[in-house]
């Protein structure tokens, strides 16, 4: 799985160098690049290897929910397309294997720009490259550096994010980043360079691989709407185990003022 994730990488930062087609995809302000695509159709076929009997979720061309029954890959080719399509180097490949069971068992979120794979098996820990890694232990918002993320589908009637919340940890921590990868994200939680995140509406892919390197690092995830957090949840709220209850509880009094 790491190779395959490596390898893909290296697909893309050719594919950065040497031009890309980008359009438009949805109605919002994603983007698709011919790089996206053909990084897909190689983890496509790599991972088909592993294990053959395992379907494939990729974020190309899925047809929607629900994820299907039984063991499935859960595959962002490129997460940060639209950091891609710029040249601002905040992207990633995220791969995710779903056991049977439903529980996420293996991820890979690696990091082509700077030759940083972060690496999780349930029960075996978490690593960065050879270096296994843990979330931080702060306790206080005060003391806290978090990121967030915004959804593509913005008006300018409707930003498309519940903005009280974005309102309500401004105020209150000492840094708040919005990278644009929510895979990278969750993986700098588990790295402690993040303290915490949180994000809705976001697809399996964006979270499914990053949400096993937060357990495995000794953090804590949950749904962004409440409950714990599966691979068919709207969002994720990911951080340290300290600061835990400190961001669930503040994005649910955010959502209580602004009703």
Not at 77 to 92: C, E, I, K, M, Q
Not at 143 to 155: D, E, H, I, M, N
Not at 177 to 191: E, I, K, N, P, T
């Amino acid at each position: 799985m790491v190779a395959a994730a490596r390898e893909a990488g290296e697909l893309l930062l050719r594919a950065s160098a040497q031009g890309l087609r980008v359009s438009g995809k949805g109605p919002g302000h994603e983007l698709v690049t011919s790089a996206d695509l053909a990084s897909q159709e190689l983890l496509h076929r790599r991972l088909g290897d592993l294990r053959p009997d395992a379907a494939f979720v990729g974020e190309e061309g899925w047809g929607g929910p629900p994820l299907p029954d039984g063991p499935c890959w859960i595959v962002d080719p490129l997460d940060g397309t639209n950091n891609f399509a710029h040249g601002y180097p905040v992207w990633s490949v995220s791969i995710a294997f779903r056991e049977g069971s439903g529980r996420i068992s293996a991820a890979c979120v690696h990091d082509p720009t700077r030759s940083e794979t972060f690496r999780a098996a349930r029960g075996e820990g978490a690593f960065l490259n050879d270096r296994r890694i843990s979330t931080t232990s702060r306790a206080t918002l005060g003391a806290c550096l978090l990121a967030t993320g915004f959804p593509y589908q913005r008006t300018l009637d409707d930003p498309g994010a519940d903005l009280g919340i974005l309102d309500y940890f401004l105020r209150r921590v000492q840094g708040l980043r919005r990278g644009g990868s929510a895979a990278l994200d969750l993986a700098y939680v588990a790295s402690g360079r993040l303290d915490g995140f949180w994000e809705e509406r976001l697809m399996p892919w964006d979270m499914a691989a990053g949400c096993l390197l937060v357990e495995e690092a000794g953090g804590r995830i949950s749904a962004c709407e409440g409950g714990p957090w599966s691979p068919s949840s709207r969002g994720v709220v990911a951080s340290g185990p300290a600061i835990h209850e400190a961001l669930t509880g503040g994005i649910g009094i955010s959502r209580t003022r602004m009703r």
